[in-house]
């Protein structure tokens, strides 16, 4: 599916941008190319390093209470 229709650029090549280092629109500009004509697709292409970044840091997303250390030590 094209993400940015711009360039041509589909959500597969922003998601190998994402995992490859980008960490935002300018960065993916620069590795893929996306977002860098009309800058329509910048939301979607945000969402994306959102998503990317949380899964390749899944300690992020798991709660912990206040007071408890965010890693546990055994
Ligand atoms: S649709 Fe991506 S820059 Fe225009």
């Known amino acids: ?7 041509g ?5 922003v998601r190998r941008a994402a995992r490859c ?3 935002n629109v300018k ?4 590795l893929c190319g ?3 004509g009309c ?8 969402k994306i390093l959102r998503e990317e970044t949380c899964e390749a840091k899944p300690s992020a997303l798991q ?3 206040v007071g408890e250390p965010a890693v546990s030590i055994i």
């Not at 599916?1 to 360039?7: A, G, K, N, P, Q």
């Not at 960065?27 to 620069?30: E, F, M, V």
Request: glycine share 10%; aromatic share 4%; charged share 25%.
């Open 1 to 7: 599916m094209i993400i940015c229709s711009c360039e």
């Open 9 to 13: 650029i589909t959500e597969k090549e």
């Open 21 to 23: 280092g980008a960490e």
């Open 27 to 30: 960065d993916l500009g620069k």
């Open 34 to 36: 996306a977002g860098t």
């Open 39 to 46: 800058n329509s697709c910048h939301c979607d292409l945000k």
């Open 63 to 65: 709660p912990f209470a």
